[in-house]
């Protein structure tokens, strides 16, 4: 995957130690973040379906009260309004798909 496209979008800390560069399109969102180590977001849901995938480090995830460590490589889906939230356990580098797109992060 090529994140050069990135370099040019203003980076935003949405949660502490969570900083996102985003794509959005009409119907979703792509987000490319780079985590600090020790950041954690809690535990939430929302109405857009997700997909996150690791790009480098770990990352402990909790959806819908299970718990997995994911790293290089690996893929979570997260349905519409199901409950997660995790937890840097390395500096990371994840993206995300949002469907319906994430108005708040434009």
């Known amino acids: 995957?090529?994140?050069?496209?990135?370099?040019?979008?203003e980076s935003?800390?949405?949660i502490k130690g969570f900083h996102g560069r985003?794509?959005?399109?009409?119907?979703?969102t792509f987000a490319y973040w780079e985590v600090d180590a020790g950041?954690?977001?809690?535990?939430?849901?929302h109405i857009h379906e997700q997909l996150m995938q690791v790009l480098e480090g770990e990352f402990e995830f909790n959806v819908n009260g299970y718990n997995k460590v994911y790293t290089k490589g690996m893929?979570?889906?997260i349905p519409s309004n199901i409950p997660h939230?995790?937890?840097a356990l390395t500096a990371c580098?994840?993206?995300?798909i949002f469907c319906p797109a994430r108005e708040e992060y434009k």
């Open 1 to 9: 995957m090529d994140l050069n496209l990135f370099n040019d979008i």
């Open 12 to 14: 935003k800390e949405i």
């Open 22 to 28: 985003f794509v959005h399109m009409e119907g979703f």
């Open 39 to 45: 950041s954690e977001i809690p535990v939430h849901h």
């Open 75 to 77: 893929i979570v889906k």
């Open 85 to 87: 939230g995790g937890k």
């Open 93 to 96: 580098k994840l993206t995300d």
